[in-house]
Structures are given as C-alpha cells and as structure tokens.
C-alpha cells in the first residue's frame, strides 16, 4: 500500500513540476501580461511637523524628515505625511514599508548648498561611479512609495553646466553674472572650478584602480547626482507627484523587482545635461503608466548596464509595460539603450504620444555593449513634430557608421564577440507620425545585422523616407509614407529576406535605392510602384533581380 501511495505521490510531483515549468515558460503576450506586485502600508501616518520640521522655506529639514521616516520604519510602516508647504531640505533616504506623501501644493526643495551632499559610491550610466548623495535614495529596501500630488526639486540648475547656445542672450548674461566659471572659448558655463578640474581630469569618478572616495573630493561638484535613486528594491510604488529639475537624471531604478509609476509628472528643462525622465536599469516587472515626462534626454528609458561590466552583471530589464504616458521634448520618447549590456525583453509598450522629441521610438547601442534586446511589442503610438527619425534602430551610436562614400562592399570584417549587441524580435503596430525628418531608420552592424523587425498598419507624414541598412527578416506591412524627398523614398544597403507588403505613397521620383552585394530576397507585394517614376536604382554590386513582386 506504501509502495503505490508513493508512486502516486510522484506521479503527482512530476504532473505539478511540469505544469509549474509551463507556466513559468509561458511567453509573454498582449494577451498575457506581466504582473507587477504593488507595496501595501498601514494607515498610520507621522507628520514631519511632529519631528521639528518648519515650513519657512529657510530651515534645512534635513534631519527632521529623515527622523520621521526612520520612526515610521521601525514601527512597521506607514505613511510619512508633508504637508502643504515649502519644505527646504537635504539627502533623505527611504527605508522599508514607508509612503512618503507629498501632499497637494507642498514643495520639497532640495537645497542647493552642494556640501550637504556627501561623495557616496554609486553607479552612473552603466558604470560604478563616485556621485554626490542624491536628493532621495533607497538600497535594498522592500515595499516603499513616493505618493501624493505635491512637488520634489532637485535644485538642478546650480549642478548642471550648460552651453551658451542653449539660452537667450539674457538667460546668458544672467547666469554668467551669477558666478561659476566661463570656458577658455566662452561657450560653455560650469558651475565652479572644482566642475572643471573633474571635467579635465581622467578617469574621475571612476571606482576602482587604487581610488577612493577621498581622491575625488577636489571634483567633488563633477560628479552630479541622480534625483531619486532606489537600488535592490522590491515592490515600489511612484504615484501621482512631480519630480523635477534634477542636477542628472531624474529617476534612477536600479536592480529593483516590481516597480509601479502611475500618474507621475516628471519635468527637466529642454537643455538639462543628461536630464532623464526615467531610467530603469537591470529591473523585472515594471508598469509605467499614465505618467508626462517633459526632460532633457531621453524621457522612459531601458537600460542593462554598460560593456563588460553590465554583461558581468547579467540582469536584464524584463517584463515591462509601459502604457497611456506622453512625453514631451526629450532626446527620446521611448528608448532602449545604450547601456544595455545585460539586455532587454518582454517589453510592451501602447497607447503612448510623443510631441516633440528629438526621436520618437529610440533603440541606440554600439560595438562593445554586447547584450541582446528581443520580444521588444509597441502599438498604437502617436507622434507630432518629432526632430529625427519616428523610429530608430541604431547600432552605432556615439560612433561613425559607414556612409555612401565608403566602399560597403569590401568593409573589414569584424568578428563577432560576446561584446556585439543584438536587436531582434520586434513588433511595432499602430504608430501614426504627424512630422519628423524621417519615418524609419534600421543601422545595424555588418557583422550583426538587426534582424526580426516587424512594422504593420503605420503612417508617416515625414521629409524623408525610410533607411534599411546591415538588416534582415524586416517585414513592413500596410506602411504609408508621405515624404517631401523621394529620391530615394526607400533606401537599402547591404540588407536581405526584406518584405515590403501594400506599401502606399504619394508621388515619388525613386521607390527604392538598392546597394551593396548583401542586398538578395527584397520582396514587393501589393504594392502600386506606377505611381513613382522610377521604381528602383541599383549601386555598388547590388543586382537587379534583387527585387521581385509589384511592377
């Protein structure tokens, strides 16, 4: 009797293992979502006035909000309430099973006495890096919460350098009488000598190679820091407040499981240095939703860390759902990259407008960063006066990438390391561009092509048309393009397995130019190619047979 309850006991392990390893294997679809844990508090609630604080936007409150949150911690959680008010303060630091609220029309204001800030190990753009302190930071902490509808400064303007190109001849004047200092050829402003002495020195920041903390003290105002930095986190929750003027980027999530951003408002200036909206780095099960970001860089950014030490790592950014958010001027609306050494996937992306960004969908890495970015599903995007490119799929970014003047048949090959990105597996659907400079842009590498693009049911009202460029198994579907120049509307170079299915257009001189010897298999379908004037131009080896489909 023993002997058969085992063997069904067994039997019964085995039936739920692989029922759990279904499941866990299960892909990731519109249909079926990632879940992302939200943090749950007590009710409990500590007013910072309990601790001393005073609203007289003179009293650095410091001390009396780090206390307030340190007491609601230890009693088990709560919420940290601050008031209606102007509350000027220094670093404070989160701990477990805290909401700090912001209340409706309170102010926190980060001081901009840059000694209040002490020189702390942190991580910047991919790397470990000496920082100052940030306004707000959290390591590995688990259900904590920033709520309310009230205002955090970073105070970001006495951080930043910035170029005189970027202000009026007033803003100029203004901020030069200010102080800091002017560069030799009085085009750039920097916050003070201890900035240029970081600016000019090698390796400052950097961690590691024999360096402390204490060596990098006379940079000290180099090395700006990041708003709101949480690292190691588990269940976060960003609701409803405004986080602006950041001295760098202005959210920082690093490595941190279940993060929910709902109804955030995050502003930068246009001409912020590095002036993120948000970053989420080497994180799994995230939601962004109903946010605006209006920054200086790239506004909802992923990212993995950075060459060799974000490939160490090996976390990438997972499960993601990023929906009903706009972002206005930024390098970015949505953004991949280019610290993505650890890699990106399952990210969904819908329902989000983008007004004025330099580039609407960004998708940026270079030689070096290695990781792979796969099963990247966007939908029903609008787009209005983007700069660039609508779309942009870059594998040479901060690099030159070869041009019609280079020989693009006889490149030195470069081998194919674990340090060669990879973008693949993306699915975009329902993207609509009222204005940009061009529709579509796909560069990858002649080594490692981007391969696996999937763009359906889209429109573009642009000046140019759409590049594909070291790309295959591209796949473009029911696409409009209402371009100014045509000649050519659609350019190929070094591409193949390309299928161009009902592709609508207005009048154009040339429908495709096709160059190199790596151009083979470009399919046209359902395509009227009577209304160009010529429909396509061969270059540098590329062969006229090419092409085959619609006449």
């Known amino acids: 009797m023993s002997v058969v309850k085992t063997r069904i006991g067994i039997a019964v392990l085995l039936l739920a293992g692989c029922f759990t390893s279904r499941v866990q294997c299960q892909q990731y679809s519109w249909q079926h979502l990632p879940q992302v844990n939200k943090p749950v508090f007590k009710k409990d609630t500590i007013n910072i006035l309990k601790y001393g604080a005073k ?14 949150i340190s007491a609601c911690s230890a009693k088990g959680g709560g919420v940290v309430l601050i008031p209606q008010g102007l509350w000027l303060t220094g670093p404070l630091v989160m701990k477990s099973n805290v909401n700090l609220h912001v209340s409706r029309a309170a102010l926190l204001q980060f001081t901009d006495d840059k000694t209040q800030y002490k020189l702390v190990e942190g991580n910047y753009e991919g790397h470990a890096a000496v920082r100052n302190e940030s306004p707000i930071s959290g390591t590995n902490l688990t259900n904590i919460a920033i709520t309310g509808e009230g205002i955090i400064d970073g105070h970001g303007e006495v951080w930043r350098a910035i ?131 209006d920054a200086g860089d790239d506004g909802i950014c992923i990212k993995s860390g950075r060459d060799e030490e974000g490939r160490k790592r090996g976390k990438p950014t997972e499960n993601v759902i990023v929906r009903n958010n706009v972002v206005y001027r930024a390098h970015g609306g949505f953004v991949i990259g280019s610290e993505m050494s650890g890699g990106a996937r399952n990210i969904f992306v819908s329902n989000c407008t983008f007004i004025g960004t330099d580039i609407g969908l960004r998708f940026k890495t270079t030689r070096g960063r290695g990781g792979v970015v796969e099963n990247i599903f966007i939908k029903d995007i609008a787009m209005k006066d983007i700069l660039h ?74 000046v140019k048309g759409a590049d594909v460029i ?82």
């Open 163 to 293: 170029s005189k190109d970027r202000l009026t001849e007033a803003e100029w004047k203004k901020l030069v009488a200010s102080g800091g200092v002017v560069s030799e050829n009085g085009r750039s402003w920097y916050p003070s000598e201890s900035y240029v002495n970081g600016l000019k020195a090698p390796g400052a920041g950097v961690v590691g190679n024999g360096k402390t903390i204490k060596d990098n003290e006379p940079f000290k105002d180099f090395f700006r820091p990041n708003m709101l930095v949480l690292t190691n986190c588990k269940k976060v929750l960003l609701q409803g407040v405004t986080l602006q003027n950041s001295p760098a980027w202005n959210i920082h999530i690093l490595l941190c499981e279940d993060l929910t951003v709902q109804g955030a408002r995050v502003r930068n200036p246009w001409n912020a240095q590095n002036g993120d909206g948000i970053d989420v780095e080497s994180c799994r099960n995230v939601l962004i939703e109903g946010s605006t970001f």
């Open 55 to 68: 609203a007289d936007g003179i009293t650095l409150n410091t001390t009396s909000i780090n206390k307030a």
């Open 470 to 551: 070291e790309a295959q198994n591209i796949f473009l579907k029911n696409i409009h393009l209402e371009s100014k120049e045509t000649n050519p509307l659609i350019n190929i170079q070094n591409s193949n397995n390309l299928t161009f299915d009902h592709i609508t257009y207005g009048n154009t001189e040339l429908l495709f130019k096709i160059s190199g010897k790596k151009s083979q298999q470009i399919k046209l379908l359902n395509t009227d190619t009577a209304k160009a004037k010529n429909k396509a131009e061969f270059a540098s080896g590329a062969a006229e047979n090419a092409i085959t489909g619609s006449k």
């Open 389 to 462: 490119e609508a779309i942009l799929f870059d594998m040479y970014y901060g690099g030159k990438s070869p041009g019609e003047a280079d020989d693009i048949n006889d490149q030195a090959v470069v081998p194919v390391t674990e340090a060669t990105p990879s973008f693949r597996k993306f699915y975009v659907d329902n993207v609509v561009c009222n204005g940009a400079e061009k529709a579509l842009m796909i560069r990858g590498l002649p080594e490692m092509g981007i391969k696996d693009i999937h763009i359906e049911n889209s429109t573009f009202k642009t």
